[in-house]
């Protein structure tokens, strides 16, 4: 029963490019959420998605940021011209249906994201 | 919105000593209290949890007490054990019906070390 998975686990891109990161959530599961992680922090909520729809995107930053979770294949989160405050390592995690009152959340072992 | 803290931030105990790490949350409506424990270079892994209609849950040597009068909780390891050297994070949430969603909010910490 294999775990959330996220795809790169490191990422490097120079300012101004584009990164796109990948989370494909635990089988079963349809509720995908993105938190970052800033060195020597704790995690920051981003989006919260389910299967073609945005639930919570309230931590997202309002320019460059967008986050998709189609109805077939993996949730990206995508950062258009990154700068090198966007650097930091970003975590998905997933948890199943039906519940809205606090469902357990797993995470993934994250995408570790360096902009040179 | 949801704000919650976590002392200390470090943690320095014997093998075999017990370690105990605090958390207090701001928001009343919250009812779901996780633990994680991340170890350098991996994601956040889920090692306990809580709901606000249990006051105290144990597995094995580490247990979860949860004042919601005092809106504080606090994890508890005994006999710990120099595998037990990581990062934790408490986090809450308190569901759709509060309006917070799904999403955490997680305290800044603690680095545990337990020394031989």
């Known amino acids: 029963n294999a775990g959330v998975m996220q795809n790169p686990r490191h990422l490097v891109r120079r300012r101004g490019q584009e990164a796109r990161l990948r989370c494909s959530p635990m089988k079963g599961h349809s509720h995908v959420y993105w938190y970052r992680q800033l060195p020597e922090e704790g995690l920051k909520f981003m989006v919260y998605?389910?299967?073609?729809?945005?639930?919570?995107e309230s931590g997202m930053p309002k320019e460059r940021f967008s986050a998709e979770f189609p109805k077939e294949g993996p949730s990206i989160l995508r950062i258009q011209q990154v700068v090198r405050g966007d650097s930091a390592a970003y975590f998905c995690?997933?948890?199943?249906?039906?519940?809205?009152?606090?469902?357990?959340?797993?995470f993934g072992p994250g995408t570790r994201l360096l902009v040179l | 919105g949801e704000n919650v803290e976590q002392h200390p931030s470090t943690l320095s105990v014997q093998e075999g000593d017990s370690a105990v790490i605090k958390c207090t949350y701001s928001?009343?409506?919250?009812?779901?209290f996780p633990w994680y424990k991340q170890e350098l270079g991996k994601g956040p892994q889920l090692i306990i949890d809580i709901r606000s209609n249990v006051g105290e849950k144990k597995d094995q040597r580490i247990a979860v007490t949860l004042n919601k009068t005092a809106k504080h909780f606090s994890l508890h390891i005994t006999e710990t054990q120099p595998e037990d050297s990581a990062v934790y994070f408490c986090a809450a949430t308190g569901g759709i019906l509060t309006g917070g969603g799904n999403k955490l909010t997680f305290g800044t910490g603690t680095q545990l070390k337990v020394e031989l």
């Open positions: 998605l389910q299967k073609e729809n945005i639930i919570d």
């Open positions: 928001d009343s409506a919250s009812n779901y």
């Open positions: 995690a997933s948890s199943p249906p039906g519940g809205g009152d606090g469902e357990t959340q797993y």
